[in-house]
Structures are given as C-alpha cells and as structure tokens.
C-alpha cells in the first residue's frame, strides 16, 4: 500500500527543509511512557495531540517541536515498505508526517488534550496481521469528531492507523471513515474502545 504518491525523483518541496533520519524508539509524551508495552489507543491520543499542537502553533519553534513529536510516534520502517517512489528512506516518511497535520487540520481542535477523555472516545479496529513476513501487526484508532461551524452533517471519523515497528506501535497515517455510524456502533461492543469488529 502506498501512503502518500511523492512522485519518482526528489520532492523539490524538500528544498530546504529538515529532513530527519527516524529511528523509532521508546518515547515518553504527555505523561505517557510510549515504550514496547504502551497501547496503539495511547500513541494515537499523543499523535492526535501533537497534530493539535501543530495546527494551534503560533510561533515556528512550537510548531517544529509538535513536528517532532509526530516525527518520533512514526512507524518510520513500515512507512518505508510502502515507498514505491525513488525517495530515499528519509524523504520518504518526511512527506508521509508532514502530511499528517494538513490532512486533518479542520477537525484538530476537537482532538482530546486529556488520556482519560480521549481514551473513552476512541474506538480500536484490530489488530490484524500486516502483509510482511515478520508477523507484525496494524490496527486502527478511530474517533468521531464534530463540525467546528456545528454543521451535524459535517461531523467526520478521523483514523489514526497504526504499526507495530520494532516493537512498538507507531502511526503510519490519518484518513477519515465516511460510515459514521459504524463508529458508532463499534463503540458499545468493547468497554473503552476496544471493539474489535474490523471495517465496516
């Protein structure tokens, strides 16, 4: 599966920017210790509160920081299987993360700051075996998210997907679920968001 379609040479939209090399490891983020044992649920609040952080910058180092944090809950190797491009490793997950906050950024302020808030809205979709040989696996981390302009028709389901990399899991990407109330549905079969009933 490809992410993001960066085209088959260098992005020119890379000149000059901070292209990191990633090495997935444990972190510690809003009082979450995201290590080999932390929950897919607890990387996807500090995902989506980073992104938040982003988008709610307003000054250029606090959003480079919020940047980093998005860059360090990537599953940077998992990403890189899925380049079918001829970027290289680095430019690659550049592209995918940094796509992360304007993908999203209309429904970020309904992203919760708060564990224990955040924790009680997601849904989990999985996890299911990833298609490497590795015995890794993906899920999904859904939440329900309302129209900024109260529109109810307008109200989304922001998916955060996620990896395990190197151990631990990690954020491949964000997309939106257009059947709404599956969501919906999902959430009463598991006690805090673990619902595990695959798509639909």
Avoid at 20 to 32: C, E, F, H, I, P
Avoid at 102 to 128: H, I, K, L, N
Avoid at 131 to 151: R, T
Wanted: glycine share 6%.
């Amino acid at each position: 599966m490809t992410i993001v379609n960066c085209g088959c040479s260098r992005d020119v939209r890379l000149a000059g920017k901070k292209v990191r090399t990633v090495t997935v490891k444990a972190v510690n983020l809003y009082g979450l210790s995201l290590d080999a044992s932390a929950a897919p649920e607890q990387v996807a609040f500090a995902v989506m509160r980073a992104v938040r952080e982003d988008i709610e910058a307003s000054h250029e180092s606090d959003r480079e920081a919020a940047l980093q944090k998005q860059f360090d809950l990537c599953a940077a190797d998992e990403i890189q299987r899925r380049n079918r491009t001829r970027l290289t490793r680095d430019e690659f997950v550049h592209n995918v993360v940094s796509h992360w906050a304007p993908t999203v950024a209309y429904y970020a302020r309904d992203f919760e700051t708060d564990w224990e808030r955040a924790q009680a809205r997601f849904v989990r979709r999985g996890p299911t075996p990833t298609k490497n040989a590795d015995g890794a696996m993906e899920c999904e981390i859904a939440l329900q998210v309302s129209d900024p302009q109260d529109d109810p028709h307008a109200q989304a389901a922001v998916v955060v997907h996620l990896a395990q990399n190197s151990g631990f899991w990690r954020v491949l990407h964000f997309s939106f679920d257009p059947s709404r109330k599956a969501i919906a549905s999902e959430k009463g079969k598991g006690k805090g968001g673990d619902a595990d009933s695959g798509k639909g």
